[in-house]
């Protein structure tokens, strides 16, 4: 597609709704104050998720209060921003205060490294951005047409390297952080700025991007981060122990719609090798060059994916050096090697330990005999180094010395814990998005289905001897791909109440997507499919072939 045709396209809805807001304010204050409905605005619902909260209702009782002729059940998800993952026990447990006191009583570890509390009504926002306040978090652009949480692998203590690559994330985080107060005036009651003026956006202008934009930092030889999935993924570049800087992929991006043959997830493709001081000014470029010619008449062809693949590879990384300045370097060697975050303990090169506990769909919830809840919360009452929030929706809690180690693991084991990362190679490598009943979008059921399904694949992998083989599976209840579905050996795509579509072939270390096998499938019928796929897989394999590669070679992927 031309420029030209591009632009001679009305723009979509959006674009007035953002330029007329007044740097993101519109008319949400007024519309908090307004106790007749428990919603707001259409218009300030796409505003609101600039401040990182989104107006969703319970869907499970969506026919009920319809056929009842009652206003929807609205309530709030706010989204957290947590820079690389990390936070302070004394943050982790205001989450889990405010979760209790105001959201559903669970906290949702995101893919993206960030929290999420769900079912906070109106009239509870207020004070609950306040108290995150207090402890220095925020919600501001966690969500919306702007730079998301940057993503980073969660272990600088790791070594030098490590640290160095952490703080370049959090950089770049701050550099595109949105300058507008609207978030302070609204949520906390702040002065208005200059007697309410509109303020500079220098990167992002008036009407912020055409679509939303992800950065993530990948640390070789682990691909936690799904660098391939990002706008732009930077993966750092270790020579002689020392970091010399990062190659560049840019338009990565995995949301695609049923039966638009033009929307369709993409791997980002490398533009080169850059210094680490030279990150933020070239993120900032690649940002402005999606600013200015990304697509905003379609939002379902407005990433950067899309603008990259119109207009061509080469272009874009000339617009991106004219605007930096830099002359990008020649991609350098890396290697991936793994994915999975390391569950368990591991002990630091300044001897402090790290524990990984493998987290369901990141749920954080008490459930039955395993009070993952209350166990995190004993454990951030240690006051003890820092909670970690991984690319795969688990939990770290590291920085524990020696005598904290034993109370982290008398913790665990009185809350139902101690067996919790014993699990299948298949389950430990799994991801679910939310969908029901909270996420607006959803077809199907993914969170709340997963755990069955994982139930009756585990049966086959125990019969087969395959339950300690790492082997990627990822689900969600629509095709944005939250849960990066596209990206795993085994991909399932809710497509309607009930039927998904089967995903395979994909790599095991995030680098090449894999392909719809079938459509419109129950689980007992993925479940058929996969059967003797696995079977086949556990006799024939080749030394160290993954589940993925295998399928691809058999031709179970065409
Ligand atoms: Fe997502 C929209 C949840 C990571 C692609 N995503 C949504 C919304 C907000 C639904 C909505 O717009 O009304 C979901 C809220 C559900 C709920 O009730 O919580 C939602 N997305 C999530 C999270 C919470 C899923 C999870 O299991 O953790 C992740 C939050 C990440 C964060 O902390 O920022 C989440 N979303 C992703 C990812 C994965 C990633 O970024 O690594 C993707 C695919 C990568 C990409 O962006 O290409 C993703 N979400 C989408 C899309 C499709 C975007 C597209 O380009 O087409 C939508 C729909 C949209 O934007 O219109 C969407
Ligand atoms: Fe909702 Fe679809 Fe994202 Fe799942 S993948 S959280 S159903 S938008």
Redesign the pocket.
């Known amino acids: 597609m031309s420029t030209e045709t591009e632009s001679t396209k009305p723009h979509h809805a959006n674009e007035a709704i953002k330029a007329n807001s007044r740097n993101l304010r519109g008319t949400i204050a007024e519309g908090l104050d307004d106790q007749s409905t428990g919603g707001i605005s259409a218009d300030d619902s796409q505003l609101t998720k600039f401040h990182g909260l989104y107006l969703q209702d319970d869907r499970d009782v969506r026919i009920e209060r319809r056929r009842q002729k009652l206003e929807k059940a609205f309530s709030f998800l706010i989204r957290v921003r947590v820079s690389g993952g990390i936070c302070t026990p004394e943050q982790f447990a205001v989450i889990d205060e405010l979760a209790d006191l105001y959201g559903n009583g669970t906290i949702r570890l995101t893919t993206r490294q960030a929290f999420q509390i769900h079912g906070i009504l109106k009239g509870n926002l207020r004070p609950l951005v306040k108290r995150m306040d207090q402890v220095l978090l925020n919600s501001i652009g966690a969500c919306g047409d702007i730079n998301r949480n940057v993503m980073c692998h969660v272990h600088p203590e790791r070594s030098s390297v490590h640290r160095e690559v952490y703080e370049v994330a959090c950089r770049a985080a701050n550099h595109l952080l949105p300058r507008s107060r609207a978030y302070h005036e609204i949520w906390l009651e702040d002065e208005l700025v200059g007697g309410g003026e509109v303020e500079e956006e220098p990167i992002y202008g008036q009407t912020y991007l055409p679509r939303k934009f992800k950065i993530g930092v990948a640390i070789p030889p682990s691909n936690d981060v799904d660098v391939y999935s990002q706008d732009l993924g930077l993966i750092a570049v270790i020579e002689n122990g020392i970091l010399s800087g990062f190659n560049l992929v840019v338009g990565g991006g995995l949301g695609m719609s049923h039966g638009n043959a033009k929307t369709y997830p993409k791997l980002a493709l490398p533009m080169g090798f850059c210094t680490p001081e030279q990150v933020s000014a070239l993120a900032e470029a690649i940002v402005t060059t999606q600013r200015d010619h990304g697509d905003r008449s379609d939002r379902r062809h407005a990433r950067l994916k899309y603008t990259i693949e119109d207009k061509g590879l080469e272009w874009f990384k000339q617009q991106v050096e004219v605007r930096s300045g830099i002359k990008l370097g020649e991609e350098r060697d890396f290697r991936f090697e793994r994915i999975v975050d390391d569950y368990g303990w591991t002990q630091g090169a300044d001897g402090l330990w790290s524990y990984v506990l493998f987290i369901q769909s990141g749920r954080i919830a008490d459930r039955g005999d395993q009070r993952i809840k209350t166990a995190l919360r004993e454990i951030a009452t240690l006051r003890q180094g820092d909670f970690r929030l991984t690319p795969s929706q688990n939990i770290a809690v590291c920085g524990i010395d020696e005598p904290s180690k034993a109370a982290v693991e008398e913790i665990l084991e009185r809350n139902g814990l101690s067996a919790a990362n014993r699990q299948t190679g298949l389950r430990l490598n799994s991801m679910?998005?939310?969908?029901?009943p909270?996420?607006?979008?959803?077809?199907?059921e993914?969170e709340r289905q997963l755990p069955e399904f994982l139930d009756s694949l585990e049966r086959i992998l125990v019969e087969t001897g395959l339950q300690d083989e790492p082997i990627s599976i990822r689900s969600?209840?629509?095709?944005?791909?939250?849960?990066r579905?596209y990206l795993a050996e085994i991909g399932i795509?809710?497509k309607a109440p009930g039927k998904y579509n089967l995903f395979l072939g994909a790599d095991y270390l995030g680098s090449r997507l894999n392909r719809e096998v079938a459509a419109a499938q129950t689980p007992a019928q993925i479940l058929e499919r996969l059967d003797p796929l696995l079977r086949q897989y556990a006799a024939q394999r080749s030394d160290g072939e993954r589940f993925g590669d295998f399928c691809v070679r058999i031709g179970a992927v065409t």
């Open positions: 679910a998005c939310p969908a029901l909270t996420c607006g979008m959803a077809l199907a993914s969600t209840g629509c095709p944005n791909g939250c849960a579905p795509v809710g």
